[in-house]
């Protein structure tokens, strides 16, 4: 079947069944849902905002193939059930997603993969089970935000390249994995660990730039659990900035003895965060206080907290000062 829409409302679903094409104009508005099942879709133009795309692999395959170039603004769900696998594919321009890519977990054990020739991710993409990014010539730019929302996902990326660009975020726990991928991860944005809070995997080399960020929040003293832990399995470049804030109260709890092992490469560590040489003071960015970090064994350490006393405390402090000088002059 062949199903083109140029333009103007769509409403109620759509169901593809067995394959087809997909034309969406630009220009389309309203709500409409289209579903796709058993077979590959052929699909051009743009979903808009308010429009969504269900793609559910069962026992036959089902998938989305944009041969000619797409644009995702509204929502697209890959889910399988059974063994089956739902794609996300295509040649040519490939894919834009300016909206949201969901990866299910609907209780299927076949594969969830997004694997067009070039992959822009302006958008969301949130992996509730183990996924598949990119292809074996891919080129994955990440502008947006990818998060791996289960401990047991291993978020496998492929390509000639994948870069996380400067204000793009990758967060979440589990495994990402870039030993697919040539040169490994280029990252230029923001790393968020946890899920507040927790720890993500990293397999394969990554390299941070000048524009990078690594978020970490602390909220109790269990690594990876109570406060957020990176772990490469392979080597880890540093560079960009380190941010660290509390979590729940923890700052009226930690002391100048605590550590923190925020960051372990098991495949080498080298460099250090921009303006931040071994031992160096790093304010806290909620304001609380300081900690020293110190790049030792591989890890990022942070250690010996200062905390910043409230301008309450300050205001006090000054007015007994100020009453004790005047005692002093009576006397």
Do not use: K
Request: aromatic fraction near 6%.
């Amino acid at each position: 079947d062949t199903f083109n829409f140029n333009g103007g409302t769509i409403t109620g679903e759509v169901d593809m069944v067995g394959g087809g094409t997909l034309a969406i104009g630009a220009g389309s508005t309203g709500a409409g849902v289209f579903n796709v099942s058993a077979g590959t879709t052929a699909i051009t133009g743009t979903v808009a905002a308010a429009q969504a795309i269900n793609v559910n692999g069962a026992a036959t395959p089902a998938g989305l193939n944009a041969s000619s170039g797409f644009t995702n603004g509204g929502v697209i769900n890959l889910s399988t059930v059974g063994g089956g696998t739902a794609t996300l594919s295509g040649s040519g321009p490939g894919v834009v997603n300016t909206g949201d890519i969901n990866l299910n977990d609907a209780g299927g054990t076949g594969g969830l993969r997004i694997i067009p020739n070039s992959f822009n991710n302006q958008g969301t993409v949130d992996a509730f089970r183990s996924a598949a990014i990119g292809g074996a010539l891919s080129v994955v730019d990440n502008f947006g935000t990818i998060t791996s929302h289960d401990a047991a996902n291993v978020i496998t990326f492929d390509g000639s390249s994948l870069t996380s660009h400067a204000g793009a975020t990758l967060a979440g726990v589990g495994t990402m994995s870039f030993a697919g991928v040539t040169g490994g991860l280029v990252n230029n944005g923001n790393i968020d660990p946890g899920l507040s809070a927790g720890e993500l995997r990293f397999v394969g080399d990554a390299g941070f730039g000048v524009t990078s960020n690594l978020l970490i929040e602390l909220g109790g003293a269990a690594q990876g659990t109570e406060y957020d832990f990176l772990l490469g399995a392979d080597a880890i470049s540093l560079g960009g900035d380190l941010s660290v804030s509390f979590l729940g109260g923890y700052e009226d709890l930690v002391g100048a003895g605590d550590t923190f092992t925020v960051l372990t490469a098991d495949g080498g560590l080298t460099g250090t965060f921009e303006a931040l040489p071994d031992g160096s003071l790093l304010d806290t960015t909620d304001g609380f206080g300081t900690f020293t970090v110190n790049y030792i064994n591989d890890s990022v350490v942070l250690s010996g907290f200062v905390r910043i006393p409230e301008p309450s405390s300050l205001l006090l402090a000054g007015l007994a000062g100020v009453l004790l000088t005047g005692i002093r002059r009576r006397n």
